[in-house]
Every structure is written in C-alpha cells, then in structure tokens.
C-alpha cells in the first residue's frame, strides 16, 4: 500500500524525544521557546506560539482579533473545515469565497466582488486564506483589499511551511497579522499533533501566549493585585489548555532542520509527476510564478471532457491497485453541519466542480521512484479500464 502522505523520522528525531523525556520537563520546559524561536527565524517572523494543533492555533488566532459574536470571517470552501470552524467557537459567523479554477486557492476576483456587493455591516473582521497544497494565496492583492475594507489576515498555511512567496517565506507574516502552520503527521514537518501561530504584532503575541494557557498572566504590569508573592498569577480572561508538550517540540526543532530537504525531495517528485503525467487526460497542477510552493500536496483533476472515466472509477481504481488515493477537498459549504446554518450546493461553483474532478496522488520524502512509477502506471490503466 502507498499512503498519500507519511511522516520521516530519522534517529536526531528519536534522539531528540529521547532527550526530553530524560530531562526535567515534558512540557512548560526549554523546548517550547527554543522550537518557537527555530520556526520564527527560519520565517522571518518576530514570534511563534507553539499550540497543541493547527486547529487550536486557528481558535486562539481569532480570539486574540477580537473575532467575536456578530463578526463574519471568510475563508475558501477549498479547505479542512477547521479553517472556518474557528470562527463558530468564537460565535461569529462564517462565509466563503469562491476558489480560483486553475490555482484552487482563494479567488481574489471572487473575494473582492463579495466585499463590493456586501453592506457594511456585514463586512468580514477577518479573512483566512488557505495556502492550499502549499502554494500561497495572492497577498498583495488580498493585503490591499484588507487595508481597504478594514479586515484583518490570518493565513492558514497549514499545507506551506517551507514554501515562500515573492521575497519572504510563508510564516514571515509580511501580508497578515497572523499564520497559523500544522505540525500533523501528513504535513511537511511534524510534531506528531501540533501547530504554531506566527505573528509581527507584541500585542497579538501576548494575547496568544495567554489564550493558550488559561487566560492566566503573572505579568506583574497586568495583574491587579501587585505584590502578593511569587506563587501568585491571576486569569485575566477565558482561554484554554492549548499547549504543545516539549517532546512534541524537541521532535519539531529536529524536523526543522530538515525542512528544506524535505520540500525540494518533493519539488524532485512533482517534477517527476509533471512529466510522467503529461499526456493523460488529467489537468495537472498549476505552480504560480510567484510562489515557491512547500507542495504539500500533489492534486490531479480527470478531464471530464477528455476522459472516459469519472473521478470515482478512477479513484476505485487506484486504491484497487494499493494507491491509497485522497480528494483534498469535500467543500466545507457542503457538509452536513454547514448546510444546517444554510448554506448548500451551488453556492460556490468553482469549489464544487473542482470536488468532483479532484484526486490527491502520493507525495511524501520517502516516496520511491519504483513506487511513484506504480502510482502513474496505475493511473494510466485506471483510464484504459484495464483491471
Ligand atoms: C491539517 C489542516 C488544518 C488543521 O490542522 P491540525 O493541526 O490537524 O489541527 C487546518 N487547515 C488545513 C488547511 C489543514 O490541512
């Protein structure tokens, strides 16, 4: 069986947990800041706050924006559903933004049409573009639209850590006020579960620090009670256990350093997938000029004009042949849960008919030639029919 996606843990990362849980702390120790200190330099962003998830991260992110009961916050339909979960937890609303068709992310045509067509007060307090496979959103574009109508950017990059776009990496939070990465086993580096929220901004940065743990300062300028002894802190407001452990963290410091290998050996596959692929009738993915892309993900559209086969009978097909094939993403409009607060098909068509064509192909550091040479020739029989 070839999964879509595996982590690589080589003996520094098993060395390094081993560390840990030989030491004095296995969480609230020396290597939380030292793993948000790797991850910030590398991006070139002032502060990381490692969190226990991305999804956790996202939460906290909105609650440090203020994002409250009342507020809207937009993301792509394109996306894990936690992308626009965060926003319920806080008790704001949500509402989507058609995806591009040739680049699957966020459409920035679509997404100032909608702040053009909605009232005021309707108007989102946060927008989450959705690096989607790795390959980041278009910035400046959407940084302008935010100076315009006043909303604040969190980048959900999720898939793009080690990706870069235009001069900066993805992280560096140049174009938005915070990015949120995973740390989840499929993801580019990984701490097992795990997230860190980066930031420019110091208040920002204190407000997640403490979101992530209780709501509880001993900041002694925060605290109303000034001088009551060194056991002494006080929770300031509701925030949540949210911690990364300083295993899952010495496991990250650890990956980090491997970073850059692990895209460029998947920049190597995608190359290899691109030329391989060429002549079936697929839509291969697009890579935008400006975008240096973590490739997450390697996503194949069947051309349902050129082929004979649907999506699902190539799926099927494929996991018949041991290819552990994906579709990243049912539309998060669509599910059940969604479509109860009202939304429903039809309402973001570019996301729909990207669904219907998409399958998500093997890609990951230890993926083997031989073995991506199976996946492209079970590819080309699922289209012949040959079982
Ligand atoms: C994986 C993922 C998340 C959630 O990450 P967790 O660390 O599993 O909470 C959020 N958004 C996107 C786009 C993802 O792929």
Redesign the pocket.
Known sequence: MIPYGRQNINDADVQAVVEVLRSDFLTQGPAIPRFEKDVADYCGARYGVAVS????G?HIACLAAGLGPGDWLWTSPN??V??SNCALYCGADVDFVDIDPVTYLMSVEALERKLQETPQERLPKIVVP?HFAGQSCDMVAIKELARKYGFLIVE?A??SIGGSYRESKIGSCRYSDMTVF???AV?VITTG???MVMTENEELYQRLIRLRSHGISRDVELLTEKDAGPFYYEQLELGFNYRMTDIQAALGSSQMLRLDQFVARRHELVSRYDELLADLPLKLPFQKPDSYSAHHLYVVRVDTGRASRSRRQVFDAMRDAGVLVNVHYIPVHTQPYYRRLGFDWGQFPEAEQYYREAITLPLYFDLQENEQNHVVESLRLAFEGIP
Do not use: Q, R, Y
């Open positions: 998830n991305a999804t956790a996202l996306t894990f936690a992308s959705v959900d999720a898939h995973s740390f989840h993801k579960e795990g997230g």
